[in-house]
């Protein structure tokens, strides 16, 4: 199983705020669409909770949280995610969607990373990702995307590889 993080990072580390996404950037929402569909995503509560309709379609949605009472329309509570990993061991390729906590904690298993580097800081923001040590990833792909009328800041696809 290929253990793939997607995020998208403003240009101090930060991910969100106020429980949403630090902006509207459909270029990037497409880009996410396309490389999760079909696979399964692994998320927090709170980031379940920040989704406006609720589980995403076309793909499993598997939501960590410790309320062993918790049921959302859509998707698969699991209490930790060793457990996650442990009920999706014969997927190919399963994608850690966020927020910082379960970044934080699917850090160190990660294969690979996609990241989009959004051009623009967001001062008002109240969660980023973790540090990453680039000296144990290699890049494996980079596409700058230009600001346009849709999408107010220009960003960069970048994925890399573990090298460990
Ligand atoms: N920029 C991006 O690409 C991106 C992507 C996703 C999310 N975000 C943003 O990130 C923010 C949300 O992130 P967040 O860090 O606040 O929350 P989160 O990681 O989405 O969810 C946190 C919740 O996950 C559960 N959890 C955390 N650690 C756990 C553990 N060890 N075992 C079991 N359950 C655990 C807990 O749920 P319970 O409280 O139910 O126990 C916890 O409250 C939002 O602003 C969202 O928009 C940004």
Redesign the pocket.
């Known amino acids: 199983m290929t253990v793939s993080i997607?995020?998208?990072?403003g240009k101090n580390g930060e991910?969100?705020?106020?429980?949403?996404?630090?902006c509207h950037l459909p270029a990037d929402l497409k880009h996410f669409k396309e490389i999760t569909s079909g696979h399964t995503i692994i998320?927090?509560?709170?980031?379940?909770e920040?989704l406006p309709s609720g589980a995403l379609p076309n793909r499993r949605n598997i939501v960590?949280?410790?309320?062993s009472e918790?049921k959302l329309e859509g998707a698969e509570v699991c209490?930790?995610?060793d457990y996650a990993f442990l009920k999706l061991v014969d997927e190919n390729e399963v994608f850690i969607?966020?927020?910082?906590?379960?970044?934080e904690?699917a850090l160190p298993f990660a294969d690979r990373l996609y990241i989009?580097k959004i051009h623009a800081a967001f001062p008002d923001a109240?969660?980023f990702f973790p540090d990453v040590d680039f000296r144990k990833w290699k890049e494996t792909g980079r596409t700058f995307f230009p600001a346009d009328e849709k999408n107010l800041y220009a960003c960069t696809f970048c994925e890399y590889q573990s090298i460990f």
């Open positions: 997607i995020v998208a990072i991910i969100g705020k106020g429980n949403s996404l630090l998320m927090g509560r709170k980031t379940f920040s960590i949280s410790r309320n918790l209490q930790s995610l969607i966020g927020g910082a906590q379960i970044y904690l989009t109240d969660v």
